[in-house]
């Protein structure tokens, strides 16, 4: 079982949580598509500006949640595991095939709320 996340509490965290949101609201923060010539990189940081790219999250989430829909009988760590290795099994140019497929098919909806055991 994966360890879950510590909660930023005043306890544990707080100071830094406040002054991560402050930085975070100084700005300069770029949604992009982040290319490495050797490796996949999430995120960069460059002087005060710092780069996202969208697609790891967004595909790691999509491929699960249709792994999901595919495989009904398959476990929640199976789920995890095929998923998290089909993304890594995809080339740069897959991700961004998928990553523009997703931009064009999604449609906005309002929130979902789930029920304990969804």
């Keep these: 079982m994966a360890k879950k996340r510590p909660r930023l509490t005043r306890k544990r965290g707080w100071s830094l949580g406040q002054k991560l949101w402050k930085e975070f609201m100084e700005g300069r923060v770029y949604e992009c598509i982040i290319t490495h010539p050797s490796r996949y990189v999430y995120g960069a940081q460059i002087g005060k500006d710092v780069f996202v790219d969208p697609r790891t999250s967004v595909l790691t ?58």
């Design 61 to 118: 989430v999509l491929l699960h949640e249709l792994l999901h829909r595919l495989q009904p009988n398959w476990s929640e760590a199976r789920v995890h595991r095929e998923s998290k290795h089909a993304l890594a099994c995809m080339s740069e140019e897959e991700k961004t095939d998928w990553w523009l497929a997703y931009e064009m098919l999604k449609r906005n909806h309002k929130s979902v709320k789930l029920k304990k055991g969804d």
